[in-house]
């Protein structure tokens, strides 16, 4: 078996393939161009892209070139894959400054400086903005039939459970496969690679290739990851594990890694880390927590940097273990005029966005679950006065893992 599908299947990323003997022999021959495509519907990434992600390292590291298509054109319609509803649409300014900084956290994780494997980005808006309808319909529509599209899973699960399904979204497959073959008349890309609910629009991809250009193309799928707790990869109660610093703090992206459960603990090594399988044997010989350590460090100093990665495991050992704080804590700032005998423990905990809810706010206190520099706070209408601060800070905390500094300015 080829290397690349070989690691690709021993790190569990491997999936379906279109025709998995020959592109093994395909890869064996000369080193090839592949794409993932990314849609532009948030300003950041989260963790449930980072699969992807580190399949564009894979093909780097096997010195193949990774193509990564950014979806200014099909945001402006929306992926009805997995979905239960049309997405929002936003505005042109939006998908812009999307694209751009999902680009920016891109390139954190992707080798820029070699020229043989140095990411190649585009954007489907480039050819998507100017189709002539007609021309469009009578060029590629025609390799397209109702009667195969309705049986793709996007669309069938949304008319099953009698969801409305626009004809808008309705393109969505056929505009995707049109961007495969775009980047195979332009780049010769040979390889499309997407998580397995897109596998039908890879899929049309490799078919309308072969109808339009007769040339041979491949797809390949990664599965879909969840925690162990069944929850979806990259969502936790506490919204989104964004890729971007601006959403989430380094500390709190190594204390998500930090605090995975332990049956993930492994198997994310393989997902997430550039450790070699060999390797990762090797850890699991050690207790668990200095495994999940060893997995936030490793996943934190991809993104954020080494220094960065350290600097957390330094706050964490201060924050649980010597009850004090380490300077990766996340922080939040308050006016002075704010206490003013009017701010409450259950406002101040809003305010931090430790927590949204008031009555789930009661509850914690009740159950002793909140804390003001290590003291147990049991007065749900505690007011918050200068005198709890001491150089202007607290430490504030819920639970065993939620910490975060207040700081009066």
Request: aromatic content about 8%; glycine content about 6%; charged content about 30%.
């Amino acid at each position: 078996m080829n290397k690349f599908l070989k690691e690709f299947k021993d790190r569990g990323y491997f999936y379906q393939c279109t025709d998995e003997n020959e592109l093994s022999s395909l890869l064996d021959k000369k080193k090839i161009k592949a794409y993932i495509g990314f849609d532009c519907t948030a300003e950041s990434l989260h963790v449930g892209s980072l699969l992807q992600i580190m399949c564009l390292r894979m093909l780097q590291k096997h010195g193949h070139q990774p193509i990564v298509l950014l979806g200014g054109g099909t945001t402006r319609i929306g992926d009805p894959s997995g979905k239960d509803k049309t997405r929002k649409i936003l505005s042109e300014d939006e998908i812009e400054k999307n694209s751009k900084n999902i680009e920016r956290i891109l390139k954190k994780f992707l080798d820029t400086s070699d020229k043989n494997v140095k990411p190649i980005f585009v954007n489907n808006y480039e050819w998507l903005k100017g189709l002539n309808y007609i021309s469009f319909l009578r060029d590629i529509g025609k390799h397209f039939t109702i009667n195969k599209m309705l049986t793709f899973e996007s669309v069938k699960t949304r008319l099953d459970r009698e969801q409305s399904l626009s004809y808008m979204e309705f393109n969505y497959m056929i505009l995707q496969a049109y961007d495969f073959l775009e980047l195979n008349k332009k780049e010769n890309c040979l390889l499309q690679i997407g998580g397995s609910d897109q596998w039908g629009n890879i899929i049309n991809g490799v078919d309308l290739i072969k109808r339009h250009s007769n040339q041979q193309t491949y797809g390949l799928t990664t599965p879909l990851i969840t925690l162990a707790t069944g929850a979806k990869m990259g969502k936790t109660e506490n919204g989104a594990i964004w890729l971007d610093e601006k959403f989430l703090s380094p500390y709190d992206y190594w204390q998500f890694w930090r605090n995975i459960d332990d049956r993930d603990v492994s198997k994310f090594m393989k997902f997430f880390t550039d450790l070699s399988i060999d390797e990762i044997e090797k850890i699991k010989e050690k207790n668990i927590n200095e495994q999940k350590i060893v997995l936030a460090n490793q996943t934190t100093s991809m993104l954020h940097g080494e220094q960065e990665a350290k600097k957390s495991e330094e706050t964490a050992k201060k924050t649980f273990l010597e009850n004090s704080m380490g300077s990766a804590l996340p922080s939040v700032s308050i006016k002075k005029d704010q206490l003013n005998d009017k701010l409450s423990i259950v406002d101040l905990i809003i305010l931090s966005k430790l927590e949204k809810s008031k009555s789930e706010i009661r509850r914690l206190i009740k159950g002793s679950g909140v804390r003001i520099n290590n003291q147990i706070i049991n007065d749900e209408k505690l007011i918050i006065s200068e005198k709890l601060f001491k150089d202007n800070t607290i430490k504030l905390s819920l639970g065993k893992k939620r910490h975060i500094k207040v700081e009066i300015n």
